[in-house]
């Protein structure tokens, strides 16, 4: 019996390892954004998209127009267990450009400074509205010839 209750306890013990270890607490990072360092080799009013892109690297998002700027975006997230993930640390360097493409600006942006935007997408209307898949479905099926699965 003793031999039993010995494998019962190292069950145990391993079934609450598997549970903490699911429950810790991980974190991962997305983005770049480049070191105080390296922004202090930018001059504003000097340097231009070409020399940015060569001092501190080329950035994960640009702006919409070609002359509006540069994007560089850094995220921490933190994964606990089955919570929904949480933003704890974002930071956006904006490198803006006048129409020569010379620096215009640089800033950052944390966090605290963000809002909510919500985004909205545009997408084309479909001939599906209002028709339930089943009816989707029947109404294909008049629409095939003996020719369609003849080659």
Known sequence: MSGMGSKLKTTIAAGVLLIAAGCSTQYRNHGYVPLEEDLANIVVGVDTRDSVAESVGTPSTGGILDDSGYYYVYSRVRHFGMFEPKVIER??????????????????????????????????????????????????????TASDFVE
């Open 91 to 144: 930071e956006v360097l904006a490198i803006t450009f006048d129409t020569r493409g010379v620096v215009a600006n640089i800033e950052r942006f944390g966090l605290e400074d963000g809002n909510v935007v919500p985004l909205s997408r545009r997408v084309t209307s479909s001939s599906v509205a209002n028709k339930s898949f089943l009816r989707q479905l029947l109404g294909n099926l008049g629409r095939f």
